[in-house]
C-alpha cells in the first residue's frame, strides 16, 4: 500500500514552534516532487510549500515564508515541516503529498497532480 504516516501535530501557543514528518511506505520519496497543503475549518485546502525534485526548485506561499521550512530526508524516506512563529491563523490540518512524476512547482497547477497523501494531522495555535 502506498501512502504516508503524518505525525508531529499538537496544539501549541503563538510564537512557538512544531515539526511535522511524513515518512513514505511502499514508494521511495526520492524522485518525488513533494508538497505541503493545509485546510482550516471552513475554508478550502490551500498550498503551503513545494519542493520539485525535477529542478530543485522550492516554493513557500506567501504567509508562511521566512517562518516555516519544507525539507526532505531521502535516507529515511521522509519529509518534513518545521513550522516557527506560528500564529492562531496557522491553525488547521496539515497533509503531505507526493508527486511521483517529480514535476517542477511551477508546473504543478493544483493539489490534484499529487499522487500520494498523508492522512493529515491537527495543528492548534493557542492565542
Known amino acids: 500500500q502506498l501512502q504516508f504516516v503524518e505525525s508531529g501535530g499538537g496544539l501549541v501557543q503563538t510564537g512557538g514552534s512544531l515539526r511535522l514528518s511524513c515518512e513514505a511506505s511502499?514508494?521511495?520519496?526520492?524522485?518525488?516532487?513533494i508538497g505541503w497543503f493545509r485546510q482550516a475549518p471552513g475554508k478550502e485546502r490551500e498550498g503551503v510549500s513545494c519542493?520539485?525534485?525535477?529542478?530543485?526548485?522550492?516554493y513557500y506561499a506567501d504567509f508562511v515564508k521566512g517562518r516555516f521550512t519544507s525539507s526532505r530526508d531521502n535516507a529515511k524516506n521522509t519529509m518534513y515541516l518545521e513550522m516557527n512563529n506560528l500564529e492562531p491563523e496557522d491553525t488547521a490540518v496539515y497533509y503531505c503529498?507526493?508527486?511521483?512524476?517529480?514535476?517542477?512547482?511551477?508546473?504543478?497547477?493544483?493539489?490534484?497532480?499529487?499522487?500520494?497523501w498523508g492522512q493529515g494531522t491537527q495543528v492548534t495555535v493557542s492565542s
Open positions: 511502499g514508494f521511495t520519496l526520492d524522485y518525488n516532487t
Open positions: 519542493i520539485s525534485f525535477s529542478d530543485g526548485s522550492v
Open positions: 503529498a507526493a508527486n511521483r512524476q517529480g514535476l517542477a512547482c511551477t508546473v504543478i497547477e493544483g493539489e490534484d497532480e499529487y499522487d500520494y
